[in-house]
């Protein structure tokens, strides 16, 4: 099932009658990774949510591969800030998406352990996966999503709170599964990792998408007021006293 472009349109989430998502438009194609920045509260999380289907949005659309596509089946996956470990061996949770997929244990376990290999856990198959580190963990989580071969892989701050040598091992990471022919869509608050990483960028505030533009343009030339305010580091004051 085809699930590019992805056409984003008026998207509105309003717990509690407080517009969270305020009218979100964003399309994406087929290739790349787009980072998606903008001050604490923007909506960024919960755009990522949406799109997985974790969040039910109040109202606007989400075309599928063209005009009147539907949410896919599969091909979706979502990796989180602090990613849930299972509490099996670090083989069993990097495998974990293979088994909906129908594929039988000997060929799991196969798959996983060369995974495992690409993203420098092999020697740590057999241990508990909830003593991993933090940086350890984060690369099972990416592993487990990419043995599942996803097509489109959502990323909430993935190196939030890890130390850089943790950062770089995870970038790497990311930048493989992209080669390999994964779309990427990244929420991150460390404008070095977006110039790194990203072609494009999308840029959040108050809920909505201000601008998205390719990387470089939006560090040289942000075209929104908010986005330049944000890069200067002023965004945030300036909305507390606007009350926005
Ligand atoms: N499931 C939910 N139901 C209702 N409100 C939510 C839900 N998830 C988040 N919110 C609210 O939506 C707003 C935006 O949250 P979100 O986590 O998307 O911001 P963010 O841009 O990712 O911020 P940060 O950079 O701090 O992570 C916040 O006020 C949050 O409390």
Redesign the pocket.
């Known amino acids: 099932m085809p699930i590019f472009p992805l056409s984003i349109h008026d998207l509105r989430?309003a717990?509690?009658g407080?517009e969270?998502?305020a009218g979100v438009d964003l399309e994406l194609s087929e290739e790349g990774i787009t980072l998606?920045l903008?001050?604490?509260?923007?909506?960024?999380?919960?755009?990522?949510?949406t799109i997985c289907g974790?969040?039910e949005p109040s109202s606007g659309s989400m075309a599928w591969g063209g005009a009147g596509g539907t949410r896919p089946q599969q091909g979706v996956m979502m990796v989180f800030?602090r990613p849930m470990m299972l509490r099996m061996a670090v083989l069993d949770n990097v495998v974990l998406g293979l088994k909906p997929l129908g594929v039988a244990g000997a060929e799991r376990r196969r798959r996983g352990l060369e995974m495992l290999e690409r993203v420098g856990l092999a020697d740590r198959a057999g241990d508990s996966a909830r003593q991993l580190s933090g940086g350890e963990q984060q690369r099972l989580a990416l592993a487990r999503a990419w043995l599942t071969r996803p097509r489109l892989l959502l990323l909430?701050?993935p190196t939030a709170s890890l130390d850089p040598s943790a950062s770089a091992a995870v970038e790497r990471i990311i930048r493989e599964i992209r080669t390999d022919g994964t779309r990427i869509l990244m929420?991150t608050?460390n404008l070095g990792q977006a110039t790194r990483l990203g072609d494009d960028i999308v840029f959040?505030a108050g809920?909505r998408v201000c601008e998205h533009t390719p990387v470089r343009a939006f560090f040289a030339r942000p075209r929104s007021e908010e986005a330049r305010l944000f890069i200067q580091g002023e965004l945030p004051w300036r909305m507390r006293f606007q009350g926005a």
């Open positions: 989430f717990p509690n407080r969270v998502l998606v903008g001050p604490n509260g923007a909506g960024k999380s919960v755009l990522l949510r974790l969040i800030q909430d701050e929420v608050h959040m809920g």
